[in-house]
């Protein structure tokens, strides 16, 4: 069997490529279960310091495998939720959550879980052919792997519900001009470009890039006073780190640092 999910090593850059060309790369739950799993054993190797998400083929997601989860949501509330709604809430909470900068390279289709994986990344590349779509209220359901949070903070209220209303399809540029990705270029331009960025966050500190993550990240839901107490706290954790004290001495000696991730 075609792995779902294909890992490669790019230096100190992990690429996974959703891997279901056939199926546009739509989410079932191997293919959620393997991201999560692939991003568990990255997270614990020391030499990779930046992950880049794309797809195969001419999709980067079609979005949930609908196919899949119908019998599931066909067995009622608590069967779909627990089988349908949830391993897609663990995957993009796992990706959003994550202490390395992933990026998407949002190749094409990103339809919606494909959407809601892109809203879920810290950085997004957009081909100029990707095309988007909160598509789940065209077949009667909401958006169920977390697009009814995180699209809001990623465009703001009423954006994001005029685009999880009304189902359209919206182009990259629409995608970039709303804040859903940082930038578009050109199609065959686009994993060079995700991977280059990675490549340049991967020079990096580590614990900084970490720290700096997750104080955006909890800082999204806090009060202004509270999120400014997580950037103190994330800021006491690395001010003693190696990485830290060299970063600030080679600026005043007037050098490159030397990073060494402790």
């Known amino acids: 069997m075609t792995e779902v999910l294909t890992v490669a090593t790019r230096g100190q850059v992990a690429l996974l490529t959703l891997n279901r060309p056939g199926k546009l790369n739509a ?27 794309t797809g195969e083929g001419r999709a980067f997601s079609a979005g949930a495998d609908i196919t899949a989860f119908r019998r599931h949501m066909e067995a009622g509330p608590a069967e779909a939720v627990a089988h349908f709604m949830r391993p897609g809430h663990q995957m993009t909470r796992r990706v959003e959550s994550f202490p390395k900068p992933v990026i998407a390279a949002v190749n094409g289709i990103a339809f919606g879980g494909g959407c ?39 465009v703001g209220r009423k954006a994001a519900a005029e685009l999880i209303l009304t189902g359209r399809t919206f182009d990259a540029t629409e995608a970039a001009r709303l804040g859903l990705v940082n930038r578009v270029v050109p199609g065959a331009d686009l994993l060079g470009a995700a991977l280059s960025l990675a490549a340049e966050l991967a020079t990096k500190p580590p614990l900084t890039l970490a720290a700096a993550l997750a104080a955006i990240h909890r800082g ?12 103190e706290a994330a800021f006491a954790r690395i001010v003693s780190t190696h990485d830290a ?10 050098r490159p640092p030397s990073y060494l991730g402790r």
């Open 27 to 53: 989410l079932n739950n191997e293919l959620l279960a393997a991201i999560v799993a692939a991003l568990d054993g990255i997270e614990l190797d020391p030499e990779i310091r930046a992950v880049v998400i």
């Open 116 to 154: 809601e994986l892109v809203e879920a990344t810290h950085i997004a590349l957009a081909a100029d052919t990707a095309v988007f779509s909160k598509a789940e209220i065209n077949i009667g359901i909401i958006p169920t792997f977390g697009g009814t949070q995180r699209l809001p903070r990623n």
């Open 220 to 231: 999204m839901d806090a009060s202004i006073d509270d999120g400014l107490a997580i950037e």
């Open 245 to 254: 004290q060299e970063g600030v001495a080679a600026f005043v000696e007037k």
